[in-house]
Structures are given as structure tokens and as C-alpha cells.
């Protein structure tokens, strides 16, 4: 969120050449294993035989609700339930609009009897929960907590689309286009046509999942499904800078004076990436419904970002220019370098789960802007304001935690094109936290009051421990925590945990434990071979020069002091409270060069920037980056070695 905002496993199936369902529908005619972990698996079977609906169809369709997790009882931000996602209006917020000209206001979801309408028509109804269990004569209770009827009730979706369409229910997956294209009740056609692709796609390619249920899903493999020729493009904002194949709109920020004293908001003009280089893409959740964030964005004297992603559907709004510089980092360094990205959702309730659509979107949104700007697809790169170097020491208490350990980086960069896997055995001196995001559940507290344990949840996050051993002490951060009080498991303290992609330097291995160099000191984790957390990684480190017993950390890499012109007063440093000491090794990534912008007052033009001879890296200091100075430290390699072939 912005700183000044808080507001069949694979079973042998027979299919049996008598049962060939009208209209010609092969499914197999039983599931071989009927223990608790295929439920769910058999769920599709089931439900595809007795509404007609290809089984195919109706799980990659499931896929895109929720990638098949179940999350009974607990609806999505979106106020969707179950596998199929079907949408409760009663207890969903209204999705955000389309915006205009003009503060947006919140519109009613449709209503579930509207028709699909004809073939040529787009006309949309949302996958509604209650329409759904009156299709299969079910309590709408069941829908939100039971699976197996929130699947059947999916399909019987699907199935009653299909024949207001006046298509028949066919075998072929191809015949399915327009009920799929319609199932998510997205009104703009780009969007919809997106969601289609992408669940035909899968059906081509096929997917393995244990969901965070532990259920064990398979989707097999059909390559030839047929692409749908010519996806249709919404005419959008000539402003908005967006890929053809995701809706944008275009909501802008304000820049303007606020008074007489010389304030502005809420952003700055620049000339990326001519005067200055985009380096980073921020990712943030809004702790904050997507209305009331299109209000605060629109307020000069509140901060700004520079694109809103919706959790019902995708929809994307851009707010700021990719040239100019938005307020959402809580470091005008980093401000000056990056584009940020807000996400609707909220860190402390994993139950109002991120969607499928949110996340595919926001990937879509960041491998577009990433190949137009040159930003490595690394977490190094690509980063949560939880990562966000703290840009003084006295900040460090004020920087943001969004969007918290219940985002599925793994998942995200799979979905960027640069999945996250070991690139070195399991003793190469660096490695990458990778945990399985469905089954690695540590428990966090503060989510629904302080103290009181949070509902057990997949998470890209691991804990650190002072010795190898989980009734030891966490690790004591003394920037988060400058009076010396303890790490907590809250579920927005980070002082003493890593997240998924980062990587790090081994300082010590011992049985199931690694240690790795974290802030300056030594800090373990549980890695057991059967269930690692943590993978080989290769690449590069730095270590402090021979003859230096420790080197300061920085939150930016300024300009040398000779590097300001006469008028521009320079910005002092501000060393972080952590050190590295003589023979400890931190990740690098990249080189940085040292710049500095004067944002102390408004103009109608961009300022110049600042540029040093001073070289920096930067480095993976502990849960945040941070930045040494070139001339302080040596590079190391850690070379690419032998990798588990399964990425372990």
C-alpha cells in the first residue's frame, strides 16, 4: 500500500466404452483411489457427467477462480467462494468501475437472471453463487463451504450459459469458447476474451496441483484444443500504457500546488527513463478497498502510485505516467527508479484470498513493463514494498509490510515466464528461499487481533532463528526495533523472516538447519531435505575488503560530494544500523550507479537528476535491500553447479 495510506495425485482411471455420455462425453466411469486427498478430483468427474460439460473445461475453468483451492467458508476479496469462485452479491464488495473523468462510485453486482444473451451479444452475469444453488436445488450454505457442491453448482453454470447461448452441450472442449469467455461475469471484452485464452491455454498444456487443502488435482494435457482466432482489443485511453491484451483505464493522479508554502502533490514530473533509468516495479496491496483507493489517489495531498490492479476480474487503472515519478515507495531513491504496482487486498486476511485474475493481470502488467524498461525479472528487481530499502535509520519503523507473506511469489514469477528454481546443488555457498507455498504454513499472529493466532495459510514467508532450533529467539532487528525489544511471529513483522526468491549466503549448514547472513549476523532456518525450503541458487556476492572489519549498509546510493552543482545542496548520508562484518557474504544482483533528484518544491518541468561517479551494489541485507559501496567490498562467485532436476 502507499505510505501515507493505511486506510487423480495420478490415478489409473478406466473409461469404459459403454459410457459415453450423450452428447459423446468420455470421463472416466470411477476414480481408482478414494482416499480424502482426491475429493476434489473426483468432484470434477462427477459433476462434469451429470451436467454434460467437459471435465476439462470445468477444471481449467476452476483453475482460474482459484488455481482449485477451496477455502471453505471464507470468501475472496471479491466475495467469490470455493474452487469454481461462484459470487456471493450479498456478501461481496462492489466491484470497483471502470473510472471516469470523475471520483468513481461503487456500482451494484448484477443481478443472476440476467441472460447470457445471444451469440453475438456480450452481455454478462457473474458465476453467482445463489443462481448456482438453485440450479442444483442446494442450500447456498453448502456452495460457500462444501466443495464437491460448489463445483457442481460451477458446472451447472456452465452448462446453463451454454444453452442460453443455443449451443449444444458438446464433448468438445472448442465448443465451450463463448460460456467460458462469460463464466467470470466480466463486462469488458478484452478482459473476458483474455480469461478465455488463458483457460483454453491451460487446457492444451494441463496442470498438477496439491491445493492448499491438500487435495491432489490433475488436469491432463489435451494439445490439440484449438486456439480462438483474433482476440478482440477495447478501445482504451491514449494515455494508458498497458499491453493489448489487458483492460486499462486511465484515472489520473493530480500535480498540482497545495498551498502557499511551496507544498505539491502528488507525485513529480521526471523524463524516464532519459534522465534516469526505471530499475525496479513495486508491488503493493491497497489494505484498502479499490474505491476508496481511486479517492485517495485522486487527492493531492495523499500519495500516488502508478497502476491499480482489481481483485474481482484484473482490470487494470493507471494513474501516474511511466515517465514520472510516483509517491509509493516510502524512498524517494527508490520513488525515482521504480513503478508501483497496487494490488486490491489486505496482508492480515489470507481467508480474502488474491485472485487468480489479480495475479495473471499484474504478471501480464510487469512482464510488459519489464521488457519495455529492462527490468531483470529477479527479487532483486521485481520486490514488495516490504522490501523496499529503508532509505534512513530513522525510517526503518515507518516502512510498510504489504503485501505480506501470504503472496505467492512463486507463483507470481511462474506466471512472469521466469519460474524460481535451484540453479546450483544443495552445497553451494548461496541459497534461494523456496518454500511450497500450499504446504509450508508457519503460524503468524495479529491477523484478526493482536496476538490471537491467524488462520493457517500457505505462505512465501520463512522464519529465522538465532541457533538451529525452533524454541530459540528470533532474530532481534535494531532497526524495526531500536530499544532492543524481541522479533515477533505478528504477521507484519518482518524482523526476523525471508521471503520466497530472495537469496542469500550460507553461513553454516548443520543437519536439517541452514544458516545464512542476515542484517549482519548469523540467523537459521529449517531446511529439511524431504520438505526444503531453500534451494542451490548461483550468482555473485560481495564480502568486505581484506583488511576491513566491517562495512556500512546504505538505503541509497548517492552522488559523491563533488558530484552537486552549485544551487543543489547535497543530501547527507545516512549509514543503516546494520554493518557487514569481515568474512560475511551478502547476495548482489547488480551494480548501481549514485544519483540524486531535488524534490524540495514544484515546477513545471522535470528536475535534473544528480549523477556520482560513487559505484554501489546492491544486496540482499535481510528481509529489505540495501546498497554497499563498490569500493568497500570484493566480488565472490558462486558458480552454477549440478541442480536437482525436480528445481530442489
Not at 470434477?44 to 481449467?60: G, I, K, N, Q, Y
Not at 498444456?205 to 477495447?234: F, K, M, N, Y
Not at 531435505?529 to 531453500?534: E, F, L, Q, V
Not at 528536475?607 to 567490498?633: F, S, T
Request: contains cysteine; charged residues 25%.
Amino acid at each position: 500500500m502507499p505510505d501515507k495510506v493505511r486506510i487423480c495425485r495420478r490415478t489409473a482411471c478406466l473409461i469404459s466404452t459403454a459410457a459415453l455420455l450423450p452428447p459423446l462425453l468420455l470421463l472416466p466411469a470411477c476414480s481408482s483411489d478414494n482416499s480424502e486427498d482426491q475429493r476434489l478430483q473426483k468432484a470434477f468427474t462427477d459433476a462434469a457427467r451429470e451436467f454434460h460439460v467437459p471435465r476439462s473445461v470445468l477444471m481449467s475453468v476452476s483453475y482460474m477462480q482459484s488455481r482449485w483451492d477451496s477455502h471453505p467458508g471464507t470468501p475472496s476479496v471479491a466475495g467469490g467462494y470455493g474452487p469454481m469462485h461462484l459470487v456471493d452479491a450479498d456478501r461481496a464488495h462492489a466491484p470497483a468501475p471502470a473510472p471516469g473523468p470523475t471520483t468513481p462510485k461503487s456500482r451494484t453486482t448484477m443481478p443472476a437472471e440476467v441472460a447470457a444473451g445471444p451469440p453475438g451479444d456480450h452481455t454478462v452475469q457473474p458465476a453467482d453463487l445463489e443462481r448456482a444453488a438453485r440450479l442444483i436445488r442446494t442450500p447456498a450454505g453448502e456452495l460457500r463451504t462444501d466443495a464437491v457442491a460448489n463445483v457442481r453448482g460451477g458446472a451447472a453454470i456452465l452448462a446453463a450459459t451454454q444453452r442460453r447461448l443455443g449451443k449444444p452441450l458438446s464433448a468438445n472442449p472448442d465448443a465451450w469458447w463463448q460460456a467460458v469467455e462469460r463464466f467470470p461475469g466480466t463486462p469488458d471484452v478484452t478482459s473476458a476474451t483474455t480469461y478465455a485464452d488463458d483457460v483454453f491455454d491451460l487446457i492444451r498444456r494441463g496442470a498438477h496441483r496439491t491445493t492448499a487443502e491438500g487435495q491432489e488435482v490433475t488436469l491432463p494435457a489435451t494439445p490439440g484444443v484449438s486456439p480462438h482466432p483474433g482476440s478482440q482489443v477495447s478501445k482504451r485511453p491514449k494515455n494508458v500504457e498497458c499491453p493489448p491484451e489487458l483492460a486499462c483505464d486511465w484515472l489520473a493522479a493530480p500535480y498540482q500546488e497545495i498551498d502557499d508554502d511551496g507544498d505539491y502533490g502528488n507525485h513529480d514530473l521526471a523524463d524516464r527513463p532519459r534522465d534516469q533509468r526505471i530499475e525496479y516495479i513495486v508491488i503493493h496491496d491497497t489494505e484498502a478497498k479499490l474505491p476508496n483507493m481511486f479517492q485517495t489517489v485522486q487527492d493531492p495531498t495523499e500519495a500516488s502510485w502508478h497502476y491499480s490492479v482489481r481483485s474481482s476480474d484484473g482490470h487494470v487503472t493507471q494513474h501516474v505516467r511511466t515517465k514520472d515519478e510516483a509517491w509509493h515507495s516510502g524512498s524517494k531513491f527508490v520513488n525515482a527508479r521504480s513503478i508501483g504496482i497496487e494490488h486490491e487486498g489486505f496482508l492480515a486476511h489470507p481467508g480474502s484470498w488474491y485472485t487468480e485474475q489479480m495475479y495473471r493481470s499484474s504478471a501480464r502488467l510487469v512482464r510488459y513493463l519489464a521488457k519495455k524498461y529492462g527490468v531483470p525479472l529477479d527479487r532483486q528487481h521485481i520486490f514488495g514494498h516490504d522490501n523496499v530499502p529503508s532509505p534512513t535509520t530513522d525510517s526503518i519503523p515507518e516502512m510498510h509490510e504489504d503485501p505480506g507473506p501470504y503472496w505467492d511469489w512463486r507463483h507470481y514469477f511462474d506466471l512472469l515466464g521466469a519460474p524460481l528454481k535451484a540453479t546450483a546443488g544443495p552445497d553451494s555457498p548461496m541459497v534461494m528461499i523456496l518454500p511450497d507455498y500450499a504446504t509450508h504454513k508457519p503460524l503468524y499472529t495479529g491477523c484478526d487481533g493482536h496476538g490471537k493466532p491467524c488462520p493457517p495459510h500457505g505462505s512465501s514467508a520463512v522464519r529465522l532463528y538465532t541457533e538451529p532450533d525452533e524454541k530459540s529467539p528470533l532474530i532481534q532487528d535494531p532497526g524495526r526495533r531500536p530499544d532492543g525489544e524481541d522479533s515477533t511471529e505478528d504477521v507484519s513483522d518482518l524482523g526476523s523472516r525471508v521471503s520466497t526468491g530472495q537469496t542469500f549466503a550460507v553461513a553454516e549448514r548443520r543437519g536439517e538447519w541452514t544458516a545464512i547472513w542476515y542484517q549482519g549476523e548469523k540467523a537459521w532456518f529449517r531446511n529439511p531435505k524431504d520438505h526444503p525450503t531453500a534451494v542451490g541458487a548461483s550468482g555473485r556476492m560481495v564480502t568486505p575488503k581484506a583488511g576491513m572489519d566491517e562495512v556500512p549498509a546504505f538505503g541509497r546510493a548517492l552522488p559523491e560530494e563533488e558530484a552537486y552543482p552549485e544551487g543543489v545542496e547535497e543530501e547527507s548520508e545516512s549509514p543503516l544500523p546494520y554493518t557487514l562484518r569481515a568474512g560475511q557474504r551478502y547476495v548482489t544482483q547488480s551494480a548501481v550507479g549514485s544519483s540524486y533528484v531535488d524534490r524540495s518544491f514544484f515546477s513545471a518541468t522535470p528536475q535534473p537528476v544528480v549523477l556520482g561517479q560513487e559505484k554501489y551494489y546492491e544486496i540482499q541485507l535481510g528481509h529489505r535491500l540495501a546498497y554497499v559501496r563498490a569500493n568497500d567490498v570484493d566480488l565472490v562467485d558462486a558458480p552454477a553447479g549440478k541442480a536437482d532436476p525436480t528445481g530442489r
